[in-house]
């Protein structure tokens, strides 16, 4: 069993409107924008990261607008809700915001005995928010939402799944732990982790295969310390038999990709380098930044990409 892995790492999904992203995910959740840049594999299209002021790994939440792209079909092999933690006592104040701004499928409830808000994102994004009165890290809070309420990182992500049993043993060599199974969700854990520590399976036998587009995570990543801990990771994973991407740098972490037998895609990623690699903290997100290979297109990318803000 593998003990390199911390938690999460980011969560990347799939939007139309990079404007309308950009608002709710800065302006209504009141995250940071911790960096501007474009896909590295199609730099025509943005590239988005949300999280806290560093972009700490278990915090970042990253989006794709594609202009017209049509809406994702939500169904198994991809992440359900992906779910950030809030501090006890907030969900009020977070279902009023909601409402007043319009959010669509607001529902409270409650989730393995903590208090939970979900709703959709611009493009049907599932998203929730948990009451969690452990989480210890500290929050963003130049975003307009103020410390007893903003959002301290991801809680969770759900897995959505027609037939669980091999991802879950996937998840248990990554150093997941069965936590409990509550109204058919089995819990793990990663005991020790960086605050993002759970995974929810949800298991749907009958249920179609999700369709990838606006409102779809296109990848779920997985938090390790450095480059040596990776390769010890992508080994263990090539001897078990999974297809493993080469190392790719990203700039801001390295990451390895490979599919899961439930059919989501699964990233390692770095906490190395960071955000502030190219930006000083104070300055993350702020304007547009472009990989080396990549730098040439700079007139061309800041004419096409459509403005952040109004
Ligand atoms: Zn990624």
């Known amino acids: 069993m593998l003990n390199q892995i911390e938690g999460l790492h980011h969560v ?52 794709f607008p594609f202009p017209n792209i049509i809406r994702g079909r939500p169904g198994t092999g991809e992440v359900g809700t992906t779910v950030f933690s809030v501090p006890e006592g907030a969900l009020k104040f977070w279902q009023e915001r909601l409402v007043a701004e319009g959010v669509g499928d607001i529902a409270t409830g409650e989730s393995f005995g903590q208090k939970r808000l979900t709703f959709r994102g611009p493009d049907g994004d599932g998203l929730a928010l948990v009451e969690d009165a452990t989480d210890v890290r500290s929050p963003w809070t130049a975003g307009g ?43 793990l854990i990663l005991p020790g982790g960086n605050g993002a520590d759970f995974i929810d399976i949800e298991t749907l036998p009958e249920a179609p295969r999700g369709d990838l587009g ?7 990543a997985f938090a390790v310390e450095d480059r040596a801990s990776q390769l010890e990771v992508r080994k263990a994973l090539l001897d078990t038999g999974y297809q493993v991407t080469p190392v790719i740098d990203r700039d801001y972490f390295f990451s390895i990709y490979f599919r899961t037998p439930g059919g989501v895609l699964f990233e390692i990623a770095t906490n190395e380098p960071g955000f502030d690699k ?12 472009l990989p080396r290979q990549h730098a040439h297109l700079r007139a061309r990318l800041e004419a096409s990409l459509q403005p952040l803000e109004a």
Do not use: C, W
């Open 214 to 220: 606006a409102g779809s995570v296109h990848h779920i």
């Open 278 to 289: 190219d930006e000083d903290t104070a300055h993350l997100g702020a304007a547009l930044r």
């Open 12 to 63: 990347t999904a799939m939007a139309r409107d990079a404007a309308e992203n950009n608002a709710f995910f800065t302006r209504t959740l009141g995250l940071r924008r911790v960096k501007q840049t474009v896909n590295f594999d199609e730099p025509s299209v943005y590239h988005l990261y949300y999280g806290d002021e560093a972009g700490t790994p278990g915090s970042v939440m990253t989006y």
């Open 145 to 187: 939402v103020g410390d007893d309420e903003a959002i301290r990182g991801f809680h969770s992500a759900s897995l959505r799944l027609r037939d669980a049993g091999a991802t879950e043993e996937l998840l248990k060599f990554m150093g997941y732990e069965n936590a409990e199974t509550h109204k058919g969700v089995k819990r």
